[in-house]
């Protein structure tokens, strides 16, 4: 059955391909692999298809469903919870290609593109309109906006402004048996029918793959200021976090970054941000009031503060923010990085950093900490010595309890990353069997042979 | 069987019952019955549940599945698209007496809400912490957080802060064999299993009976200004919000009136509205820059207006406003009417509210639009005679004709409304067999016996 499909697949579709050194390339994704362990999965899958078309991923999906043989969809592969693996007997399905903006209306702000659109380049487009794409992960300047539309990607910005799923209007999507799906559509407001568009959102390439999209622009902000201030430790830091929510202030950017992601980052970059205090919070304002909106921040964190900065001008902002942008290269210079993603509800962000710095502390695992503060996500990084063939056990335990502690703090295991193949476990644990039954029946209903990136998400 | 249901029902919840004035008065909504004719259906519902808790909802579903009887779920009654309507042989589940706010925390700015608690009443509870709950429906005095939520239900503060999807982190559902689906959680960000919360939004108790939200509430606005701008004709106030757009300005209200409107009111009302031009413009602006934003905003509405007028205080600001907020009622004085409610594009609005001109000469039927016109969202509102025991022919007609209007201008026949009983054979023309296949099929997963709001929405 599978000779036969790749057979088929080499005749239907001009960029499907067996060479085994793309094969070898197109197998994993920025998690490392299989597994915590960081190698790549042990055989190459069957095939690989570059689509060039919508057409070419319905014939895939076609004859992918014919044979009953699992498709795993890639954009970039820039992934870090292994959504985009692909073991032994998938095809890989590389849309990256389909990457033409179709369409960019500055009077509705709406741009439709297809899905290999790297983020980046979209937001660039929308600028030169006095707009912007919303949605900013960390991986902007590499990851493809059908990635982004597969997991639901977040960022910085998105405490204002919003995570992916707040800017698809609507999506094509091609089913499981190759049927091409219109979700949605391009008015900003529409109720007609059920909200398709949300539930491919963040599906992670297990209901349909993603062809195209609609998505909402929004005016880019005239201006965008920047304030930065030290506390003792982190329990203070977050304390000066919640104080600006209950001045009902509205950053458009809150960061936290722990004592070890200050050493860490000096380290690194010969910096002294450990002087300043146990704990950095950058803040941002954006809009037509930002000056007085980060005034009003600045004031409210340099309370308990050891230290606070404003910047006054676009180079002095982006050097308060650098300590953040320099956070993950600087933990990757001494040892393979493990990304975490928890969430919790944000009057808890202390309990969490600091249940961390205990789990850190129990398995004497490195760990550092940062934190979009203002939406209670957390990124703990586990890190460990590069050089070891794979991750020591001490390394899964403390995964396991970083998972569990999101969970006991009424949090999620993932904010923004997805859960991919690394964290399926813990799904079960954090939904109930009664949600993922739920989720069994959709999908039957959607993809009845289940070869949509199986064993992946739910 | 609905007999040995009803037994079952009156033994099993406190709240059932088939006492006929109440089963009378809880078989339609505000759309004033089975149809455009405005009368009530022909027979009453089997039976009315009204659920004092969540134990009430699944014991009523877990009847009504294993008996295969259609169960019609209610809020306070207030849709407009006859979702709430209950035929022969239902069983009407009424949550509005679950109406408790169980939780409002003012750090984590989320509340958690029973279903039947009065849109207004949240955000009320919300202000005292300097919160507010955005989606502001013009129903927000008379309708239920639970309805909002079954309908996505829209608003005039949108086109800033967003739909009802976008303030709901989470709900728990009562699924239709009676099990307690919990989705989404009490974060900010998540993304762990599919977006289930965003299916149920919006899918008009298709899928399952709402008895439970956690919110998201936002800063309230420290200050809120409007003005207000006339113009020649529709064309000329629907380009002078474009160029609100293409200046990328966010204004946080931007409503049109058109001249029939303007006419109505000032009939009514004792006003001179349509002295001051044949179409009028109102827009806010909030926050922290809102006065740069309302003067910018006039500054733009003005230069090709007859008339233009800025607040100088809220009880002037709210003076421009009442145009708006007195075109229903002064509607509704002279005729039965019948509220359509369809989006496109917002740079095609004057093409439909043209279209829509153009209907209303054409049939001879009195249609007056007035518009959430940066959404592109427009509410052509018929009016016939109330003495009528029914609707004439040439109102059917122009309603069909505003409807295909909204599809031939890439739009959609519900912005906020829903698709209800009402406009069920227009909702296969806009979405297509295939995505009406996908529909069913997710129906078919979630409510195999099809008892939850049958013949509803899709």
């Known amino acids: 059955m599978s000779d036969a499909l790749v057979s088929a697949l080499l005749g239907a579709v001009p960029g499907a391909t067996t060479d085994p050194v793309a094969l070898g390339t197109h197998r994993t994704d920025r998690s490392g692999g299989a597994g915590t362990a960081g190698a790549p999965p042990p055989a190459l899958p069957l095939a690989l298809v570059r689509a060039a078309s919508v057409e070419d991923v319905q014939a895939t999906l076609r004859l992918a469903h014919e044979a009953r043989v699992p498709v795993v969809p890639r954009g970039a592969g820039s992934g870090v919870a292994g959504g985009a693996i692909a073991g032994a007997g998938s095809v890989v399905l590389d849309i990256s290609g389909m990457d033409r903006v179709l369409e960019l209306d500055p009077v509705d702000e709406v741009a439709v593109v297809e899905p290999g659109v790297i ?20 991986s902007a300047a590499i990851s493809t906006l059908g990635g982004n539309i597969a997991t639901n990607a977040g960022g910085m910005r998105c405490v204002k402004h919003g995570v992916t799923r707040e800017a698809v209007l609507g999506l094509d999507v091609v089913l499981a048996d190759g049927r091409l799906l219109r979700t949605g559509r391009r008015t900003l407001k529409g109720v007609a029918g059920l909200d398709l568009t949300s539930l491919f959102v963040g599906s992670e390439g297990t209901l349909g793959v993603i062809v195209g999209a609609a998505l909402r622009l929004k005016p880019a902000p005239v201006v965008t200021l920047t304030a930065a201030a030290a506390y003792g430790d982190v329990r203070a830091a977050a304390a000066a976090c919640a104080a600006v929510s209950r001045e009902r202030l509205q950053p458009s950017l809150l ?4 004592r070890a992601t200050l050493k860490v980052v000096d380290r690194a970059q010969g910096t002294d941000l450990a002087a300043r205090g ?28 050891t230290w606070v900065e404003q910047g006054v001008d676009d180079a002095s902002s982006e050097q308060l923010l650098a300590a953040r942008r320099l956070a993950l290269p600087s933990i990757e210079r001494f040892g393979r990085a493990l990304i975490e993603d928890i969430c919790v509800p944000r009057s808890r962000l202390a309990d969490a950093i600091q249940g961390v710095e205990a789990i850190a502390a129990r398995t004497g695992v490195a760990i550092y900490s940062f934190a979009h503060a203002g939406d209670g996500n957390l990124h703990p990084i586990i890190s460990y010595d590069a050089a070891l063939p794979e991750a020591p056990p001490a390394v899964h335990e403390a995964a396991d309890a970083i998972f569990g502690l999101a969970l006991d703090l009424g949090g999620t295991v993932t904010g923004e990353h997805g859960i991919g193949l690394l964290k399926r476990e813990w799904l079960a644990r954090e939904l109930g069997p009664d949600s993922l039954d739920v989720h069994h029946s959709l999908k039957r209903a959607l993809d009845p042979h289940g070869i949509l990136n199986p064993g992946k998400a739910f």
Chains 1, 2 share one sequence.
């Open 119 to 138: 983020t980046a380049h979209l937001d660039a487009a929308a600028r030169e309109h006095g707009l912007m794409y919303a949605p900013d992960p960390a």
């Open 255 to 258: 960061e936290l970054l722990d």
């Open 278 to 305: 146990g704990a950095l919070v950058i803040a941002q304002a954006d809009g037509p009031g930002a000056r007085q909106e980060i005034e009003a921040i600045a004031a409210v964190l340099g309370k308990e503060a």
